[in-house]
């Protein structure tokens, strides 16, 4: 058994084919340190047209997914000791990377894929939480799925090859991650900052360190301002001691 389980609810499991073909994933997939069990909804639906969905009471457009096939989908599944329900819906506290740092702690997340205008009301009390990839709508929860899925696998131990790279990257602190550059030295007239090849270990940290800030600063304020509330940086104005980011 893998140490990690995602179990998916979906009536797209095809569309979770594209997990094979994702680095990281597929890689944690080969080497057992994930499992991905996905559950078709279809099987679970009523009558001889196995129908998931039906129109909404009260009238409106569209149709919506019944309860019964969603709740004996879900009661098939078997539970991990630490398991969470994550329920994908834009109407759901926004995604944020601390929310995956907390579940990659657990051994098991339980995914209920919407489809069409959504899902019955009473789906939502099997739901532990409730998730938006954003503030927009998708025609389904298996792309917000996936996100979950390859967010939460990147940060399980042994699946990324140089652990180090999670330190420093964008949302893993307030601060946005500074510039990177490769090789060349010089592409199409833009040239890599001098400090980056002065080996000057100090100062290179020193320059990195100020360019997550002054990028964060230009960037997403929000993110600084949701961090630390006491900050008081509505009247910053000042691009002029911003470089160009
Ligand atoms: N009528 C619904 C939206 C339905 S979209 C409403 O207004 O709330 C169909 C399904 O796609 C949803 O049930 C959900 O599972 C998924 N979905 C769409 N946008 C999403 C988002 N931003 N985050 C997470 N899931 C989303």
Redesign the pocket.
């Known amino acids: 058994m893998s140490s990690f389980n995602f179990d998916v609810i979906t009536l797209f499991p095809k569309a979770f084919e594209l997990i094979n073909n994702l680095g990281v994933v597929t890689r944690a997939l080969n080497k057992n340190l994930i499992d991905l069990n996905l559950h078709d909804l279809r099987k679970y639906g009523e009558g001889s047209y196995r129908q998931v969905d039906d129109k909404p009471y009260g009238g409106g457009a569209?149709m919506v997914?019944k309860p019964e096939p969603i709740y004996k989908a879900y009661e098939s599944i078997r539970k991990s000791p630490k398991s969470k329900t994550l329920?994908?819906?834009?109407?759901?506290k926004v995604l944020k990377q601390k929310d995956l740092l907390r579940w990659s702690t657990l051994d098991q997340i339980i995914i209920?894929?919407?489809?069409?205008?959504?899902?019955d009301e009473r789906v939502r009390c099997i739901a532990d939480e409730e998730?938006?990839?954003?503030?927009?709508?998708?025609?389904?929860?298996e792309i917000?799925a996936i996100s979950i899925i390859n967010g939460l696998t990147r940060l399980l131990p042994g699946t990324l090859g140089d652990p180090d790279s999670l330190i420093n990257e964008s949302h893993n602190s307030p601060l946005l991650e500074y510039p990177q550059y490769t090789r060349p030295q010089v592409f199409r007239n833009m040239k890599v900052p001098d400090v980056l090849i002065s080996g000057n270990h100090k100062e290179i940290e020193f320059w990195r360190e100020e360019q997550m800030l002054k990028r964060t600063f230009k960037r997403r304020q929000d993110l600084i301002k949701s961090e630390f509330r006491d900050l008081q940086i509505d009247e910053y104005d000042g691009d002029d001691w911003l470089w160009d980011l």
């Open positions: 569209g997914l329920l994908m819906t834009p109407q759901g209920i894929c919407g489809q069409y205008e959504g899902f998730i938006s990839i954003g503030d927009y709508v998708l025609s389904g929860g917000p």
